[in-house]
């Protein structure tokens, strides 16, 4: 089945530092979601990306798809506590099934 | 517009006990997932219905696992019997459409601890 590595599996900063999350896959990939779990909490949609070399913003967070549509990242610019907690990039393969990806856990300290 | 319910929140069982968690998905969504959580790692999709019908199931383990979605709305997850490796959140999310890459709107999960 489809599998969606990314790195790292944790990242500690320092609020104000940026940080970066890489999804890779080694097949081509149709679409690729993101999405955000808080601690203790559930996974929330945060964008999907369809088109090769797509780029998308929402505040601080930039989403991005590869070209060659195997890869994805997402970077948070200037890091709130807020910010904390696991993003997960997720793909849809066969049968409209949703794979998710390992996970980031971003720890943000003041 | 209300989200995913789902119950109880939480659940302590020994082994070999049967348990079942409910989930209400959003109204007029049509496709409903039950994923399975463990600590530290990512979802992983156990079953998935449109609207009363099975789409995959692939990774249900059919031997203790069981779902069904009456009338294409709520749904039930039934475990019977459990084991210690059944720990884990078991999240219930819903999308609107059969079809395509919708969005997942996910519960906040009921989280189960086997003893």
């Known amino acids: 089945g489809q599998q969606v590595m990314q790195i790292p599996q944790y990242q500690h900063v320092q609020e104000g530092e940026d940080f970066t999350t890489y999804c890779n896959s080694s097949?081509?990939?149709?679409?690729i979601q993101w999405y955000k779990q808080r601690p203790g909490g559930h996974p929330v949609f945060l964008i999907q990306?369809?088109?090769?070399?797509e780029v998308k913003k929402q505040k601080r967070l930039t989403f991005q798809f590869g070209e060659a549509k195997k890869n994805s990242s997402l970077h948070i610019t200037a890091t709130q506590t807020t910010d904390v907690g696991t993003y997960f990039c997720?793909?849809?393969?066969?049968?409209?099934?949703?794979?998710f990806g390992t996970g980031t856990r971003l720890q943000v300290t003041l | 517009e209300a989200g995913v319910a789902q119950s109880p929140r939480y659940k302590i069982i020994e082994k070999r006990q049967s348990v079942a968690f409910w989930c209400n998905p959003i109204?007029?969504?049509?496709?409903l997932y039950w994923y399975q959580q463990i600590l530290g790692q990512g979802p992983k999709l156990l079953i998935q219905?449109?609207?009363?019908?099975?789409?995959?199931d692939s990774q249900l383990p059919k031997d203790r696992f069981s779902a069904e979605r009456l009338k294409g709305v709520d749904s039930t997850l039934k475990i019977q019997p459990a084991k210690l490796e059944d720990s884990a959140v078991y999240l219930c999310?819903?999308?609107?459409?059969?079809?395509?890459?919708?969005?997942?709107?996910f519960g906040p999960g009921t989280r189960l601890t086997v003893l």
């Open positions: 999310a819903s999308s609107p459409r059969t079809s395509g890459f919708d969005e997942q709107f």
């Open positions: 097949t081509t990939l149709s679409n």
């Open positions: 990306l369809v088109k090769s070399g």
């Open positions: 997720a793909v849809y393969g066969t049968a409209s099934k949703l794979t």
């Open positions: 109204s007029g969504h049509a496709t």
């Open positions: 219905f449109q609207n009363n019908g099975v789409v995959d």
